[in-house]
């Protein structure tokens, strides 16, 4: 439970929603049967600065379930890789006897306070529109009618996923994390660690915590009812290696939504260390990435999709500061 419950603090990142640029939804193409059986996906991106290179694989989600991944370019760059930078993230962590004694306090944490439902915390439309998607795939659970809307959208979309032949693509990332134990190759972490010095305060602050969550859960509705069949196309692609399919099928963008209702809550505001999280995971990332092309000829990592394209990306920032970036054919 405990497991669990406390990474729900790390709302303060994206939801497990797929990782892309996002705008208005067009039509989905025609192709939404989903790929079977070995897909390689894109290739990598080259990083480099004279003869040290790192190399990038750029993860995505969802995936097709029945979807086995398997590159080759990638297991012959981890053989010969000196270093692997794991994904960037945020861990809250306490340690295990500790943690036992926030059992108690951790009941209750994904309730709406003061015992509201759902029809008492979201607008009468945005309500109406949750119940048929309840129906089709979560069926008769009350209990869900107490929690809190942001968690409520998680769970209604990873259900959503799965009855539609999705998963969230972490199969690749244990694979990748396989290979380079099996290689014992140095493992670097780009991890950010939020302080939890005051565990039990800040279970309780937000249990007490008012979110805004209404639009996360919204626009998560908005991804069940018109997109379902893009997120298909688009895993196709990844699957194929088709980045240009990718980033031409743009979609209502929850993940930004669900991040702030978590990022702007009360029980922030007064703890700096649980502050900035984006930002101090790209510069930490980008450290890590200039020490491990300094030190090492070849060395991999690791990142989202969504950090790698676009203006604002993690490999753009290291194209500023002068290193060459090559993207896959």
Known sequence: MLKRLLPTFCLLLPLSAAQAQQQEAPPPEPDTVLLVGQ???????????????????????PLPVKME??????????????????PPMAHAGVGFWRGLTLLPSLIGLKKNPDGASLQDV????????????KAKYIGQDSGIERERPIFVADALFSAG????????????GKKIDAIV???????????????????????SDFKKSQLADTECFSRTLARLESDLDAMRVRANAWSKGDLEAIQKLHYPDQ????GDAMRNAEFIKNRPGWQNIQERKKALWLKSAENALSANNTSFAMLRLSDIIGADSYLT?????????????
């Open 122 to 133: 979201l607008p009468a439309d945005v309500y109406a529109r949750w119940q048929p998607l």
């Open 255 to 258: 993940e930004s939504a669900c």
């Open 39 to 61: 897909r390689p996906g894109p290739g990598l991106w080259k990083v480099s600065k004279g003869d040290h290179v790192l190399w990038v694989f750029g993860s995505y989600s």
């Open 161 to 172: 996923l799965k009855q539609s032949g999705l998963s969230s693509g972490n199969e690749v």
């Open 69 to 86: 991944w398997r590159s080759q370019q990638v297991e012959a760059v981890l053989a010969q890789s000196q270093e692997y930078l794991s």
């Open 181 to 203: 134990k099996e290689r014992k190759i140095k493992v670097t972490s780009t991890s950010i660690e939020l302080p939890m010095d005051d565990a039990s305060a800040i279970v």
């Open 317 to 329: 920032a290291l194209k500023a500061k002068g290193y060459d970036v090559v993207a896959p054919d």
